[in-house]
């Protein structure tokens, strides 16, 4: 295997997916624009190459390819990863994630990569009446977010079937761990610890009982590194990386709550409009192909999260 390129490689995700891939010795590509990530999260050993680079500049992310002749894989998660900016500037969005995705396939295609790894979303089902969500359940995003995951991860499939790399299309659930930013939607886990430890009132909008699936940063890093280590040719792999498990707001509170030593009193506001009540999604398809499975429980997992926001 040659170098791996990571795009968001110094992200909340990118950055877990780049020290594994350093553990197992490979050498790494970072192209990242640093609007979300941050310089101090990219791994500093040998092996990694970093590159602000912004995907949508075309010249600039080709001299990285040029530079770094024998790019063979690559894991694609740089995107716009927000609902709501996406809802409010969706010409951005697209501009970003499809557009974006387009010159690193363009790319991927010039220089022959063999594995073409991308971070889809769970936005891309959007409302569904069966749970768990299953990988074909129907495809109805509610979000220009959704729908910009979509498309992206129907350009992949397109050229891995016409230029003949192999495609992963991971739909993650709702990723938490040490470096999420505040700032993110899908960030509610970091935004409830920070209040907690800093003695606010926590807001929980509607009753708490809506449910999400959550999953450890590290358990969808290792996810990735499967897929990128499978044997095989595999054309095209559509899976859902999560815990199969849903959990209400309110419980979740209730164990950082307990985590960081405080009692809980939430506030409870009114529920935002198109939030979806309950949502969790099977995990099994992956599990049954590549044998990976979550190991870090969500109690151990928030801990590690609680731990890593009181050492910022
Ligand atoms: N966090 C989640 O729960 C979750 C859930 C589903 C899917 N995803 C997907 O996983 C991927 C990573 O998300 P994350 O949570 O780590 O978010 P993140 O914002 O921490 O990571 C995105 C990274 O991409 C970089 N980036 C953004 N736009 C760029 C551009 N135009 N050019 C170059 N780099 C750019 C950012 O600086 C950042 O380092 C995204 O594709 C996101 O859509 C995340």
């Not at 992206?152 to 016409?162: M, N, P, Q, S």
Request: proline share 3%; charged share 20%; hydrophobic share 40%.
């Amino acid at each position: 295997m040659g170098k791996v390129l990571v795009t968001g490689g110094a992200g909340f995700i990118g950055s877990h997916v780049v020290d594994q891939l350093v553990e197992q010795g490979k050498e790494v590509i970072i192209v990242d624009n640093l609007s979300t990530g941050k310089l101090e999260y990219v791994n500093q050993s040998e092996l990694v190459s970093f590159y602000e680079v912004d995907i949508t500049e075309k010249e600039k992310l080709e001299d990285v390819f040029f530079t770094q002749q024998g790019i063979t894989d690559i894991i694609h998660l740089a995107a716009q990863s927000k609902v709501g900016p996406s809802v409010e500037n969706p010409i951005m969005d697209a501009t970003i994630n499809i557009d974006g995705t387009i010159h690193v396939l363009e790319f991927a295609r010039q220089y022959g990569i063999k594995t073409f790894i991308y971070a889809s979303s769970a936005a891309v089902y959007g409302p569904v009446d069966t749970l768990p969500i299953k990988e074909e359940e129907k495809l109805q995003p509610l979000s220009p977010y959704g729908v910009s995951k979509l498309a992206a991860e129907e350009y992949i499939k397109a050229y891995g079937r016409l230029y003949g790399f192999d495609v992963f299309a991971l739909r993650f659930a709702n990723v938490y761990g040490p470096r999420q930013s505040i700032a993110t939607e899908a960030g509610v886990i970091t935004i409830f610890i920070d209040q907690l430890l800093a003695g606010k009132q926590v807001v929980v909008y509607g009753d708490g009982e809506q449910t999400r699936d959550f999953v450890y940063v590290e358990d969808v890093a290792q996810a990735v590194l499967r897929c990128l280590l499978s044997e095989g040719n595999v054309n095209e792999m559509v899976f859902n990386v999560s815990t199969n498990t849903e959990t209400s707001i309110a419980s979740l509170l209730q164990i950082l709550c307990n985590g960081v030593g405080v009692s809980y009193t939430p506030q409870f506001e009114e529920e935002r409009p198109g939030d979806i009540k309950v949502s969790y999604l099977a995990n099994d398809k992956l599990k049954s192909t590549l044998g990976w499975k979550p190991t870090v429980s969500l109690e151990q997992g928030l801990e590690k999260t609680i731990e890593w926001s009181k050492r910022r």
